[in-house]
């Protein structure tokens, strides 16, 4: 069993900047495929970034490349999303999620899932 908690999420100012942070729980944090997706009310659960466990390849959305990094720290259990030139549409409840095996861009294989942290970007 895998716990994983979010933190780091905020009100920010278009164009700012922010970094999650995930701590996952268990022995065997190197072996998971990490991800963070985000969800805005209405919407659906939208792929953001992901990082292999073995590795340690990087994956992400299109609406974010270029402004956010993911990384990790297996000897802390940490993953991070670093977010920048933040803007009002990346305004959402952000998540973590740990699968074992290969990253998905879809929440569904996922086993594992943090309990959010809300990212808002005021215009």
């Known amino acids: 069993q895998v716990q994983l908690v979010e933190s780091g999420g905020g009100l920010v100012q278009a164009g700012g900047s922010l970094r999650l942070s995930c701590a996952a729980s268990?022995?065997?944090?190197?072996?998971?495929?990490m991800v963070w997706f985000r969800q805005a009310p209405g919407k659906e659960r939208e792929f953001v970034a992901a990082i292999s466990g073995t590795s340690g390849s990087t994956y992400y959305g299109d609406s974010v490349k270029g402004r956010f990094t993911i990384s990790r720290a297996n000897a802390k259990n940490t993953v991070y999303l670093q977010m920048k030139s933040l803007k009002p549409e990346d305004t959402a409840v952000y998540y973590c999620?740990?699968?074992?095996?290969?990253?998905?861009?879809?929440?569904?294989?996922?086993?594992?899932w943090g309990q959010g942290t809300q990212v808002t970007v005021s215009s």
């Open positions: 999620a740990a699968r074992i095996g290969s990253v998905a861009y879809d929440p569904a294989p996922y086993d594992y």
């Open positions: 268990g022995r065997t944090f190197s072996s998971y495929a």
